[in-house]
Antibody
């Protein structure tokens, strides 16, 4: 069935790095823009980043710009999020989510279950 | 990139109707018919309930409906049921590949 499965979360010290992965299956991955959305404990959803269907366009929330990098490998049906210079406020569940459209329109029709990232010394 | 404004909480009795508002600006909600709504139960991933302001994905109950007027979008749930109790988030496209969520509204079914 159509699904996204995140991995790579864990506990990291402030200033450290982590790379998240999101494996897609059940649909033609290369046809869709894909996003990362995060949710801090007890808080609301926050859009983090997006990459276009072919990887040519990427955009980021101001809160992560310059520290996080989104990428994709369409041959492996996998999305990535490289997170550097991590801060306590980056602690959250990170979801990957498919955009309903080929181009970025911010409509998330498929979500993964999320992976927890904890920044703590 | 300021969050869209939603009430923190709403409540209603079974069978009643409730409406959750979502206020943005002329740069996001007011400019695009790309408002979507998500339902999230505790410990679960969000679920798409409404997209393009008022369209329902296949499988979503017709008790859920959406609308928009100016810079404010709304989600209405009619015939409230116990399983509707959840957090609800609005979301809007804001141009240049930027997406903004609302702060979320906790729905309590009394």
């Amino acid at each position: 069935q159509v699904q996204l499965v995140e991995s790579g979360g864990g506990v990291v010290q402030p200033g450290g790095s982590l790379r998240l992965s999101c494996a897609a299956s059940g649909f033609t991955f290369r046809n869709y823009a894909i996003h990362w959305v995060r949710q801090a404990p007890g808080k609301g959803l926050e859009w983090v980043a997006v990459i276009s269907y072919d990887g040519s366009d990427k955009d980021y929330a101001d809160s992560v710009k310059g520290r996080f990098t989104i990428s994709r490998d369409n041959s492996k049906n996998t999305l990535y999020l490289q997170m550097n210079s991590l801060r306590a406020e980056d602690t959250a569940v990170y979801y990957c989510a498919r955009d309903y459209y080929r181009v970025v329109r911010g409509t998330f029709d498929i979500w993964g279950r999320g992976t927890m990232v904890t920044i703590s010394s | 990139q300021s969050a869209l404004t939603q009430p923190a909480s709403v409540s209603g009795s079974p069978g009643q109707s409730i409406t959750i508002s979502c206020t943005g600006t002329s740069s996001d909600v007011g400019s695009y018919n790309l408002v979507s709504w998500y339902q999230q139960h505790p410990g679960k991933a969000p679920k798409l309930m409404i997209y393009e302001v008022n369209k329902r994905p296949s499988g979503v109950s017709n008790r859920f409906s959406g609308s928009k007027s100016g810079n404010t979008a709304s989600l209405t749930i009619s015939g409230l049921q116990a399983e509707d109790e959840a957090d609800y988030y609005c979301c809007s496209y804001a141009g240049s590949s930027i997406v903004i969520f609302g702060g979320g509204a906790k729905l309590t079914v009394l």
